[in-house]
């Protein structure tokens, strides 16, 4: 069991992956340094407060995995449709980026350590390879620096502003010109781009979602579920997203795999190269460990008899061939955050509805664990529609408020960002289905004493 400074170590090791400096260099395609850290700070804090309530508090309490604390808000079969789809889709991606990253890091490493030049093969992030500096007759080169990383030729942009129209060609560095036309589009002052930011940040949740409950249930108490929860991943997320953030800004580069040895010496730099890399291990650990023990409870009997390990090996299929391909996954970042985070947060809506409002914390572990041979959480179909059909009504309100393809937005997106109005609507939505669909108001469970501590 995990003490209080155990899971606070377990989730700064999920944070400070590099997945946390990738989100941090995403920022600086849509504004400066000072609101680009406020918009980390308020959109973690916002976004994280959804995750850790919907995803954790069950399952510390009631000791059961999540996936089976959430059978009485989707049903056996509904929970299997989430996990076949969304959660599959959506842990297998962030897999085969995290094993990209943790390649990287430990090519950068053998290089240093050999003497060997790092090939550091096709820049993967999206600026890197639409930047001016890499077409032919381009009159924007990169210039190189003493420390041997490659830096834009113009100032660094280092401004307590937002964007603005007028510093665009200095941002082509960090952006690229595919993504500046999106940018001119997406450019509506300053309020609205930190708005846009923080909702950036809450969508980046989509990654812990699916896991945070499985590791939630092995700690000692509800103290020592929340808070470390909340506290490790916060304060290691926004410091790692801020140094990307920086690097974006002034070296056109979030990946620390490029400049951190360059920038930190041999020792300084392989040191915390390797911590990051362990760090995207540990975190795909947990993925892996989540999502097949998800598989193995929302499949019946169709997988009962295959192995853990075959499963595990099933499940790396597709994320293995999707890292011969990093430079699409790169490119294509800010889709998949986008669409994965707009559905789990609408999960997150239902979640805290069917916890917190209609069972008032009260769930029947016996039922659950019965499932459609039960009564309680026994749906027709094994599905509940009003569970489902919430989160396909939180999902279009996410895109509806934000576009991730044109980057358009809504003209309440401005001062809502999409992500609370999201978890708002998917939760009101379930209560009002609930009670149309099941007649069921609030819950009469009966619970087994449990400690409050």
């Not at 509940?384 to 509806?400: P, Q």
Request: charged share 10%.
């Amino acid at each position: 069991m995990w003490s209080f400074a155990d899971f606070t170590w377990v989730n700064t090791s999920l944070a400070i992956a590099t997945w946390a400096f990738i989100v941090g260099g995403s920022t600086a395609l849509m504004v400066g340094f000072r609101d680009g850290v406020l918009a980390m700070i308020i959109g973690n804090a916002i976004g994280l407060s959804f995750m850790v309530l919907a995803a954790t508090a069950a399952s510390q309490r009631y000791g059961s995995e999540q996936y089976t604390m959430l059978r009485g808000a989707f049903g056996v079969v509904g929970v299997g449709v989430l996990v076949f789809t969304i959660v599959l889709i959506t842990e297998m991606g962030w897999s085969s980026l995290l094993a990209v990253m943790a390649y990287r890091a430990a090519s950068q490493i053998t290089g240093e350590v050999t003497g060997r030049s790092s090939p550091n093969t096709a820049r993967s992030s999206p600026w890197e390879r639409w930047s001016p500096s890499a077409w032919p007759g381009s009159s924007s080169p990169a210039a190189p620096s003493p420390s041997g990383v490659s830096t834009p030729s113009s100032p660094p942009v280092w401004r307590s502003s937002s964007l603005k129209h007028d510093d665009l060609p200095r941002h082509e560095h960090v952006m690229g010109r595919a993504q500046l036309s999106c940018t001119h589009r997406a450019v509506r002052g300053r309020h609205a781009e930190l708005h846009d930011r923080r909702g950036v940040q809450h969508r980046r949740r989509g990654l812990l979602v699916p896991i945070m409950g499985s590791l939630a249930r092995m700690a000692k108490s509800r103290r020592a579920a929340l808070w470390p929860s909340f506290l490790g991943l916060f304060l290691a997320t926004v410091l790692a997203q801020t140094v990307g953030l920086a690097a974006a800004l002034t070296l056109g580069e979030s990946d620390p795999t490029v400049w951190m040895v360059p920038f930190g010496g041999p020792l300084l730099g392989i040191g915390i190269l390797a911590f990051i890399a362990f760090a995207n291990i540990t975190s795909m650990s947990s993925i892996v460990y989540s999502t097949v023990l998800a598989i193995r409870q929302s499949s019946g009997q169709a997988l009962a008899k295959v192995p853990w390990k075959g499963l595990s090996a099933l499940f790396f299929i597709l994320p293995a061939i999707m890292t011969f391909f990093p430079q699409f996954m790169y490119e294509q970042f800010m889709l998949f955050v986008t669409y994965s985070g707009a559905f789990l947060t609408a999960v997150c809506g239902v979640a805290l509805a069917d916890y917190f409002i209609l069972r008032r914390q009260r769930m029947n572990l016996r039922e659950l664990h019965l499932g459609q041979q039960g009564t309680l959480y026994a749906y027709k179909g094994g599905v509940n529609i009003a569970g489902l059909a919430s989160v396909a009504v939180g999902a279009v309100l996410y895109v509806f408020l934000y576009d991730p393809v044109s980057l358009e937005t809504n003209a309440a997106f401005s001062y809502v960002t999409a992500s609370i109005p999201t978890v708002l609507i998917a939760a009101i939505s379930y209560l009002v289905l609930s009670k149309v669909l099941y007649g069921r108001g609030t819950s009469k469970e009966a619970a087994p004493k449990v400690s409050a501590s």
